[in-house]
């Protein structure tokens, strides 16, 4: 059964660094891609990035001078870290599966940016 | 970035209605669209990819169409649990980007 379950701080401090874990089973991720996508309360989703099956990534330019994206294949993780956090990043954080367009989402994790 | 613009943004409808929703694309994403369907406090669940294809499990009352920048959801014989928000995606060109969304209240 194919499953990803996100994992991370419910609550971030503005200008601070935001470090999220998406653990997978039931697929390599050799063999699929991995995508992390935002969802603001109230409001429609926004794709911040790939960890592609080989290896490499892919990057929401609007996001990409403060967002890493890596992997650990032998945990079955990958990893979000995005810095100098504001309150419009407050939102739900989704880690999702595909070759293209996903096909199977985790669980999300709330996220809130404030002092 | 391409740009999704969906419509309507909410629609009211009767149970056993047929209704569509549609996502305009700002230039030709080549069928590399996809539709959700979001439940309150639920992730999004995949409904159609590449414009038209079913996915698994879906039932057969949801088709996709389109080509270009042109695409449509349509769901017949609407049902009760079809009350959701829903997306539409594109994965042609990084960044990916989504419409805006479709609240589907039934009557």
């Known amino acids: 059964q194919v499953q990803l379950k996100e994992s991370g701080p419910g609550l971030v401090q503005p200008s601070e660094t935001l470090s999220l874990t998406c653990t997978v089973s039931?697929?390599?991720?050799?063999?699929?891609?991995v995508s992390w996508v935002r969802q603001p309360s109230g409001k429609g989703p926004e794709w911040m990035g790939r960890?592609?099956?080989?290896?490499?990534?892919a990057y929401n330019s609007a996001l990409k001078s403060r967002l890493s994206i890596s992997r650990d294949t032998s945990k079955n993780q990958v990893f979000l870290k995005m810095n100098s956090l504001q309150t419009d990043d407050t939102g739900t954080y989704y880690c999702?599966?595909?070759?293209?367009?996903?096909?199977?989402w985790g669980q999300g994790v709330m996220v809130t940016v404030s002092s | 970035d391409i740009q999704m613009t969906q419509s309507p943004a909410s629609l009211s409808a009767s149970l056993g209605e047929t209704v569509s929703i549609e996502c305009l694309a700002s230039?030709?994403?080549?069928?590399?669209l996809a539709w959700y369907q979001q439940k309150p406090g639920k992730s999004p669940q995949l409904l159609i990819y590449?414009?038209?294809s079913l996915q698994d499990g879906v039932p057969s009352r949801f088709s996709g169409s389109g080509s270009g920048t042109q695409y449509s959801l349509k769901i017949n014989s609407l049902e009760s649990e079809d009350a959701a928000t829903y997306f539409c995606?594109?994965?042609?060109?990084?960044?990916?980007?989504f419409g805006g969304g479709t609240k589907l209240e039934l009557k």
């Open positions: 999702t599966r595909g070759l293209g367009a996903p096909d199977c």
């Open positions: 039931g697929f390599s991720l050799t063999s699929y891609s």
């Open positions: 960890m592609w099956y080989d290896g490499d990534t």
């Open positions: 230039e030709d994403i080549y069928n590399n």
């Open positions: 590449y414009a038209s």
């Open positions: 995606l594109q994965d042609s060109e990084y960044p990916w980007t």
